[in-house]
């Protein structure tokens, strides 16, 4: 199985998955607007920082779910 085709199954089944997937987009598109600006003041330059630093996290857990679902399904796997 993909990791496409986990994230998938995860999107379908997983609140978590899905509320990050959500909140990863939800900060994509706030990334977007700060960064129309030609020139960012201090403040703007924080702010992108700080959504770059929390989308990232909001993607690493995404990828640490989609490596449970796979090691779960290898032990069912294995085990059954």
Known sequence: M???QIAENLRASNVEYQ????SHHRLDLELQQVLKHHV??????ILKKHLQKEKLGKKDRMAALIREHRAS????????
């Open 2 to 4: 993909t990791d496409e």
């Open 19 to 22: 509320e990050l997937e959500e």
């Open 73 to 80: 399904c290898d032990n069912a796997k294995t085990s059954g």
């Open 40 to 45: 960012l003041t201090p403040q703007e330059e």
